[in-house]
């Protein structure tokens, strides 16, 4: 089907040629909103309990890569892997630390990119120096996590940094034009109007940005949002006021810039509201029909 976006799909083809996997990675980092370095609550959706490293089931590095490399190429027919460093913090550590986890993917000659995700409070020259050393042989990714550009959404969801560290971010990071930066961004957070996340749409827009991925805001157990949700203290999103947000957020987003997600997947487990958010098939189809309704221009 035609996208009326540039899908993450679409560009892993046409940058690599082949079908392209990228893997979900824990290389056991922490993150300084719940170590207690800036605070030990975390941002109010972030699931907490999934931080201690005594209840998860880590696996070193390369266990992981290896594994997922197998399962990828088997159940969606993969031919190339990016590593994607994906849990807690991934540039919250000391350069030899960060060098050593991530000189682990060199062993895998399907690797052909190396993506990080982070806060923008944990990045520098010396982290982007090491990143780039990469880009010899890999393109390189960053993600960071912002979730909104207003200061005063980012105090509610204790976010421990403003807009401006992200900016700063964002101005290091443009002198390296070998490492794509993309932001994380979360549409209906508490206190958030359509206007201020269009808002967030615009001033993005003009940010030397590679890539946006856009989640709903939804529940999961052992939050702060969730006892919020409990008390009625937060109106989420239902999934006809969800689309027409997206819509015009991604309106306002310049064609190239890459989409690296626009509907979240959570553990059902996990999951607490809405329940819509895990039929992420019919969600993506719901959006094409109506973007095609709207006649917004199809990317090509
Ligand atoms: S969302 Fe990211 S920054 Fe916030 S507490 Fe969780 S890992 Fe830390």
Redesign the pocket.
Known sequence: MQKHYYSYNQYLRKTFGVRTHRLSLDAGFS????DGTL?N???T????KA?SRYTSQKKPIKQQIAESIQFASKRYKAKKFIAYFQ???NTYADIRTLAKEYNQIKGFKDIVGISV?T?PDCINKEKLDLLARFSKDYKVYIEY?L?STHDKTLER????HSFATFKKAIELTKNYKNIYPAAHIILGLPGESKENMLQTAKTLAKMPLWGIKIHCLHIVKDTALAKQYKKGQIQLLSKGQYLDILIDFLKLIPKDFVILRLVSDANPKQLIAPKWLNQKNKVLQELDKKLNKRGQRPFS
């Not at 959706?45 to 907490?48: D, I, R, T």
Request: charge should be positive; proline fraction near 4%.
């Open positions: 993150c300084p909103n719940t605070s609550q975390g941002c959706f972030c699931n907490n931080f849990s807690f913090t995700s806060r996590g979730q969801i204790n976010r421990q």
